[in-house]
C-alpha cells in the first residue's frame, strides 16, 4: 500500500479540472455501491449485537469443525506449495529442459480453471466409485476424495500457481553469478542454495505463501465439489457460509463470513508489511 | 500494495528467459521427475480425465449437450455477461488507476484499499455481501436473487481489481513530457488522452481485461447464493455443477472442456500480448 508509484508520481497538476471531478464522482458511486456499502451491511450484520453473533456461532460443534477443517486444510496446501513452488520456479528459471515453455503454460491454468472444473476433474479421477484411480486407491485403504487428502488436494490445485509467479521474477531478476561464482569456489548445491539463492528470493517466497494460505483459507467451489460437503465431516468454513445462508440462518453465515474476511485481511497485511520492508531493504 | 492475483502484465520479464539456464544436472533431474509426478497427479490426468470424459460418451453426448436449448441459453447469458462485465472493468478500471496516479485527493490510499477488498474475499463471502444489501433482507428492500442484474453484480464484484492493477503500474511509468510536449503544442486534453495515453495503455487495459474475461466466464462462489439456480441465471460453472450433482459426469465434462478451451486460449493470449510487450522494452 505504500507504493510509491502511486504516492510519490502524483506529478504536479494544474488546478483540479471539472473532468476529474466527474471520474471523482463516477468512481465513488461505482465503488460505494459495488464493495463498499454491501460490506458495510454484512460487517453491521455480524456485529450488530455486539459479539455476540460471533461467539453464538462458534458455540456451534459443526462451525467450528468447519474452521479447523479450514485451517489445517490450509496449512498442509501451503506447506505442499512451498516445495512445489520452490522447485518449479528453480527448474524454470536455472535450467533449460523439454517442454519449459508448455510448462509454464500449464502452471497458469489453474488460477483460469473454474474451481467446479477442478471438482469434477478431481472426482474423475478420484472418486472411489467411478474414478480412475479412487477404486483402486479405496481398496488400499486410501481415500481421497469426499475425505481431507480430497480437500488438500483442490486447495493445492487452485493455489498451485502462486508462489511461482511470485519466485520466478525474482530468481530471473537476480541471474546465477553469484551463484557460479558460490560453486567455483568449491560450495556444494545445497550450501549454495541455502546462503546465495534463499536469501534472495525469500520475500518473494513468503508473499506467495501468504498468498496461497489467502487463497486456500477461501476456496469454495472445487472444495465443495471434492469434499461431498457434509456439514460436520467434510463441510470447510465456506461451504458452511453457504449452507447457513441456504438454511436461513443468515446471522451464522455472516459471523463465519466475517472471520473469514479478517483471516484473508489479516494475509493481506502481512503481504502489505513485508513488501514495504522488501522495498526497504532494497532501496 | 498489496498486489494479489494480478500479473504483472507488462513489468516483468517472461518465465523462461534464456540468461543463466543450463542444462539439467542429476539433482534437478531428480527434482524434475518428482515436481512433474505431483503436478500430473494433481492436475494433467484429472483434467484429461475431464476432456476424456468428454470424448468417452462419443461426439453425441458432447454434441448434445451442447445443442440442448438450456445449455445455449445458459452459454449465452454467460458469455454476454462476461463480455459486458469485462467492456465496464476496462472503462471503469482505467478511471480508478487514472485517479490513483495521477489525481490527488484525501482518501487516496483507502480507495487503494478498496480495490483489493474483492481480492480479499472468499467468493462465497462475495456473494453473502452483496446479498446483504441487495438480497431479500437488505435494508434496501430490493431483491437481486434469482436475476441476471444480481449475477452481473456479483461478476463485476470479483472481478473489479484485475484492470486497476494491470494499468496501475504502466500509468505510473507514463513519462509526462510526451503528454506535455503534446500539450504545449496545442493538443486539446482530449486529444493527448487519445491519441498519447489511450495507445500506451491499451496493452495493459487488454491485460487486464483479458484475465477478468477468464475469471468472470468461469466464475462459481459468488454467483451460486444469487443466481439460485433459477433457470436463465445460471452461468456456466453453475450448470456443471447441477450436472455434477446429477450424477450426470459426462454431461459435466462437456460443458467442463469449454471452459477448459477458453481459460487456456486466454492464458495464452496473455502470455503473446507479455512477450509482445516486454520486447518493445
Not at chain 2, 534437478?28 to 492436475?43: D, H, I, K, Q
Not at chain 2, 490527488?104 to 463471502?125: N, Y
Not at chain 2, 441487495?134 to 437481486?144: A, C, R, S, T, W
Amino acid at each position: 500500500m505504500a507504493d510509491a508509484s502511486s504516492a510519490t508520481r502524483t506529478s504536479p497538476r494544474r488546478r483540479t479540472s471539472a473532468g476529474a471531478w466527474v471520474v471523482r464522482a463516477i468512481v465513488a458511486v461505482y465503488l460505494f455501491l459495488l464493495v463498499l456499502w454491501p460490506t458495510a451491511v454484512l460487517f453491521r450484520g455480524a456485529f450488530a449485537d455486539g459479539l455476540g453473533t460471533i461467539t453464538a456461532a462458534i458455540a456451534d460443534p459443526d462451525v467450528v469443525h468447519a474452521l479447523v477443517l479450514t485451517g489445517q486444510t490450509a496449512v498442509l496446501a501451503v506447506a505442499i506449495n512451498l516445495v512445489f513452488g520452490l522447485g518449479v520456479s528453480l527448474l524454470l528459471v536455472r535450467y533449460d529442459f523439454f517442454g519449459k515453455r508448455v510448462l509454464s503454460w500449464l502452471i497458469d491454468l489453474p488460477l483460469s480453471a473454474s474451481p467446479v472444473v477442478v471438482g469434477l476433474a478431481l472426482l474423475l479421477v478420484y472418486s472411489p466409485v467411478y474414478g480412475w484411480f479412487g477404486p483402486g486407491l479405496r481398496e488400499a485403504g486410501i481415500e481421497v476424495a469426499f475425505a481431507m487428502p480430497g480437500i488438500v488436494m483442490a486447495t493445492c490445485f487452485v493455489s498451485l500457481p502462486l508462489v511461482v509467479r511470485e519466485v520466478v521474477p525474482v530468481l530471473t531478476e537476480l541471474g546465477d553469478d553469484q551463484e557460479q561464482a558460490a560453486r567455483s569456489l568449491g560450495a556444494g548445491g545445497w550450501q549454495t542454495f541455502r546462503r546465495i539463492t534463499l536469501p534472495g528470493i525469500r520475500w518473494a517466497l513468503v508473499y506467495g505463501l501468504v498468498l496461497s494460505l489467502a487463497r486456500s483459507l477461501g476456496e469454495f467451489g472445487a472444495v465443495k465439489v471434492v469434499s461431498g460437503h457434509v456439514i460436520g465431516q467434510t463441510a470447510t468454513a465456506t461451504v458452511a457460509v453457504e449452507s447457513a445462508y441456504q438454511n436461513n440462518n443468515t446471522e451464522q453465515a455472516y459471523a463465519i463470513a466475517v472471520l473469514l474476511v479478517l483471516a484473508t485481511v489479516l494475509c493481506l497485511v502481512v503481504v502489505a508489511i513485508l513488501h514495504t520492508r522488501d522495498a526497504r531493504e532494497k532501496g | 500494495m498489496a498486489t494479489v492475483t494480478v500479473p504483472r502484465a507488462t513489468a516483468s520479464p517472461p518465465r523462461g528467459d534464456r540468461r543463466g539456464a543450463r542444462r539439467l544436472t542429476r539433482t534437478a533431474g531428480f527434482g524434475l521427475g518428482l515436481a512433474m509426478t505431483w503436478f500430473s497427479l494433481l492436475v494433467l490426468i484429472p483434467l484429461a480425465a475431464v476432456v476424456v470424459k468428454a470424448a468417452g460418451g462419443g461426439w453425441t453426448t458432447f454434441q448434445s449437450v451442447l445443442t440442448d436449448p438450456g445449455t445455449l441459453v445458459t452459454l449465452r447469458f454467460t458469455i454476454l455477461t462476461a463480455v459486458g462485465v469485462t467492456l465496464l472493468n476496462a472503462v471503469m478500471g482505467t478511471l480508478i488507476a487514472w485517479l490513483l496516479v495521477r489525481d490527488a485527493f484525501p482518501g487516496k490510499r483507502i480507495l487503494d484499499l478498496v480495490i483489493d477488498i474483492p481480492f480479499a474475499m472468499p467468493t462465497i463471502v462475495a456473494g453473502l455481501v452483496l446479498l446483504a444489501l441487495y438480497g431479500h433482507e437488505g435494508p434496501l428492500g430490493i431483491d437481486v436473487s434469482g436475476t441476471k442484474l444480481g449475477v452481473v453484480l456479483a461478476i463485476a464484484f470479483v472481478t473489479l481489481p484485475f484492470v486497476v492493477r494491470a494499468v496501475q503500474p504502466v500509468l505510473a511509468s507514463l513519462e509526462t513530457d510526451v503528454e506535455e510536449a503534446a500539450a504545449s503544442l496545442g493538443a486539446s486534453r482530449w486529444t493527448t488522452l487519445r491519441r498519447i495515453i489511450l495507445p500506451s495503455l491499451l496493452p495493459a487495459i487488454t491485460a487486464g481485461a483479458s484475465l477478468s474475461f477468464a475469471r468472470a466466464i468461469s466464475e462459481y462462489g459468488s454467483v451460486v447464493l444469487i443466481s439460485m439456480n433459477a433457470r436463465g441465471v445460471e452461468v456456466m460453472s453453475t450448470e456443471t455443477y447441477r450436472y455434477i450433482e446429477g450424477g450426470d459426469t459426462a454431461a459435466a465434462a462437456a460443458v467442463a472442456v469449454l471452459l477448459l478451451v477458453i481459460a487456456l486460449v486466454t492464458i495464452i493470449v496473455l502470455d503473446v500480448l507479455q512477450r509482445r510487450a516486454a520486447r518493445r522494452g
